[in-house]
């Protein structure tokens, strides 16, 4: 079963997932979705998830249209957001926080604000949006990044939308931090910052992909002492990924990008709409034959 770039990444940050406390979805990034709700499938089936303002929701298939109405129908509450940045973000009760920055550096610093001179920028990108907050009390920090280049992973972000304060576990226990990883996974491998004071190590890489190719394509350094090949995903998980969360592959837009990116999303949202329209006709017919 040949496995796509994309569902590796899936499955990776799905195994960041345990089987407790909550995780909230944030702003809409299909890959991030798609592992929790495998996560949520498979071995998690106890953590919260929280999609938008609804509270425990079910594992729903992904959609660019109906997803956020799945997510209400099948969740047991709802949650403003001010409470939900009180009792989750600021009350250290996340478990995992997902983001695909524009850029990040060797210090762990990432940057989802501004490309260039921040005074004359060349291109404005979303902005922190509560990332550089989340990044300090959750528990597990899982960057994710479809194009792993000394473009992506440079030696110094031109902003710093936000980094993690005290990354090894010893040091996020003294100060009353949640303990967990500080993990990037991108479509060539897997890097973890360990400590402040020591590169990010190469975990692994893909397969079929080599350590100096990641090395010429990080822009920092990285420790390689014992890098291993990443372990395919388990074809349970990879089954339920194609046939029930995700079975048009609305996560591979987290590794396309320019015109491919577009023209993939273009066949996603006509797709969807040509299923909404067959199932208003469909409701016709049954009215009418009432």
Avoid at 136 to 141: F, I, N, V, W
């Amino acid at each position: 079963m040949k496995v796509e770039t994309h569902e590796l990444m899936v499955c990776l940050i799905a195994n960041e997932v345990h089987n407790h406390g909550g995780v909230v979805f944030g702003s809409f990034t299909p890959l991030a979705y798609c592992s929790y709700m495998l996560a949520k499938l498979t071995h998690a089936k106890d953590v919260t998830l929280i999609g938008y303002n609804a509270i425990d929701m079910s594992a729903v298939e992904m959609s660019y249209f109906g997803a956020e109405a799945a997510a209400y129908k099948c969740s047991t509450a709802r949650m403003d957001a001010l409470n939900e940045v009180n009792s989750i973000h600021l009350d250290c009760r996340g478990m995992v926080e997902c983001i695909s920055p524009a850029q990040l550096d060797g210090t762990g610093a990432f940057n989802t604000s501004l490309i260039g001179d921040p005074d004359h920028p060349k291109i404005y990108l979303p902005g922190q949006a509560g990332a550089s907050d989340v990044a300090q009390t959750y528990e597990r920090m899982i960057f994710y990044i479809g194009n792993h280049s000394t473009r992506t992973l440079v030696p110094k972000v031109d902003f710093v939308s936000g980094n993690r304060w005290k990354i090894s576990p010893e040091e996020r226990r003294k100060h009353g931090l949640a303990v967990g990883p500080y993990k990037v996974v991108t479509n060539l491998a897997v890097l973890e910052k360990e400590d402040e004071k020591r590169p990010f190590r190469l975990v692994s890489v893909h397969p079929g992909v080599t350590v100096d190719e990641v090395v010429a394509q990080t822009g920092f350094e990285l420790d390689t002492a014992e890098t291993v090949v990443t372990p395919d995903p388990d074809p349970i998980h990879l089954d339920l990924l194609r046939t029930r969360i995700d079975p048009r592959g609305t996560a591979k837009l987290g590794i396309l990008g320019g015109e491919e990116r577009r023209d993939y999303l273009r066949q996603i949202i006509e797709f969807e709409w040509e299923q909404a329209r067959d199932y208003i006709r469909k409701s016709k017919r049954t009215l009418v034959s009432y």
